[in-house]
Structures are given as C-alpha cells and as structure tokens.
T-cell receptor, first 112, second 115 residues
Framework: ELKVEQNPLFLSMQEGKNYTIYCNYS?????LYWYRQDPGKSLESLFV?????AVKQEGRLMASLDTKARLSTLHITAAVHDLSATYFC????????????FGEGTQLTVNP | DGGITQSPKYLFRKEGQNVTLSCEQN?????MYWYRQDPGQGLRLIYY???????QKGDIAEGYSVSREKKESFPLTVTSAQKNPTAFYLC??????????????FGPGTRLLVL
C-alpha cells in the first residue's frame, strides 16, 4: 500500500521568512503533484513533477522531486500572507492505475 | 469554458434518506473521481472510474454508490447506509489514463450536512 506523509502538518511562519514542506512516499514513483486548498474551497493544481531531479517554480514557491529518496519538497521563499492555505502532495504509484494517493496536507499560516 | 461543475453547493440530508451529488465535466477526461474531506483532514477516495460503464471502489466506498453512463457525468449517491455523511465532497477528473501525466482537476465541491 502506497503511503504519503507530509511534514509538518501545521506551520505558522512570519512574513518574509523561508521554510520547506516535505513529502515522503513509500513506493517507487516518478510522478508527484502539489495542490493548494484555501479554506472552504476546492483544490488547485500548483506543480506537476514528472522525473527525478525535476524542479518547478512559481512566484515564491519552488517544488522539487528526488525519486531515489522518495522525497519531494515545497520551498517557500519570503512568505507573504496570501500564501496561507493548506498544501497537499499526491503521488502516482506505478501500479495504481489512474488514482493518486494524497498526503494529509500541511496547513500553512503566514502571520504579518 | 472547460471545467468541472458540482451541484448543489450545499445539500441537507434527513435520516434514512438517499441523496445524489452531481458532477459534470467538459474537459473530455476519461477518468473521474469522488473524494470525501472531513474538517481539517486530507482527501479520502470513495470511488473512481477510468472509463464509461466501469468504476472501482476506493478506500471508503461503503455507504456510497456511483454510476458512469456518460463520459461527462459521474454522480455519487450517499445512501442511508452511510451513517456519518457530513463532509465536503470533491469530484475530480484527469486526462486519459494512458498518458504520462495524471493531474487531477477538481470541481468546487458539495458540502453535505445531516439534519
């Protein structure tokens, strides 16, 4: 069974600071997805990482994938309040067909 | 505009009642999914369908049923057997399963409450 673990689950940080969210998974995969969810809203796709060493950046967020370590990171640079949301990673296991397995989510709060 | 629509936005269920949540997509996606999200929790997969007239149970299928008669539509019925249905229900779809990328695109969600 594919397991996906995010760390930390809750993150409170000040504006202007940097931090990293980690996503570990338990089986071979070279496809990983990051989503954002605002309170009371649906999920929005942020990044798609499709190979070992893939790096994607959008504004203050940068995601990377290390398939050998079974680890993805979401790095936040100089956080701003608008980044406050819950961030989910999801993994596409090689034998899972079309389904994704989601992590528990990291609830990020950026304080002024 | 292409996208996924879910209706209603809010749904109230009485004890012993079956209710049906609608999910429609015009993205020409083969695969569709239903997730349940409880407050402060992650997503749990209820059912998914990779092709018309076929669907598979997810991790928490008990008390739910689905159909996939059309590519565009994947309705979810919450039956009276589901004793704790209060949650946020999310529908998603993804590009054909033979592709290398399986990004799932989500609808706006339906919030189900028990009266």
């Amino acid at each position: 069974e594919l397991k996906v673990e995010q760390n930390p689950l809750f993150l409170s940080m000040q504006e202007g600071k940097n931090y990293t969210i980690y996503c570990n998974y338990s089986t071979t995969s070279d496809r990983l997805y990051w989503y954002r969810q605002d309170p009371g809203k649906s999920l929005e796709s942020l990044f798609v990482l499709l190979s070992n060493g893939a790096v994607k950046q959008e504004g203050r967020l940068m995601a990377s994938l290390d398939t050998k370590a079974r680890l993805s990171t979401l790095h936040i640079t100089a956080a701003v309040h608008d980044l406050s949301a819950t961030y989910f990673c999801a993994v596409d296991g090689e034998t899972s067909g079309s389904r994704l397995t989601f992590g528990e989510g990291t609830q990020l709060t950026v304080n002024p | 505009d292409g996208g996924i629509t879910q209706s209603p936005k809010y749904l109230f269920r009485k004890e012993g009642q079956n209710v049906t949540l609608s999910c429609e997509q015009n993205l020409n996606h083969d695969a569709m999914y239903w997730y349940r999200q409880d407050p402060g929790q992650g997503l749990r997969l209820i059912y998914y369908s990779q092709i018309v007239n076929d669907f598979q149970k997810g991790d928490i299928a008990e008390g739910y049923s689905v159909s996939r008669e059309k590519k565009e539509s994947f309705p979810l019925t919450v039956t009276s057997a589901q004793k704790n249905p209060t949650a946020f229900y999310l529908c998603a779809s993804s590009i054909p399963s033979g592709g290398s990328q399986k990004t799932q695109y989500f609808g706006p969600g339906t919030r189900l409450l028990v009266l």
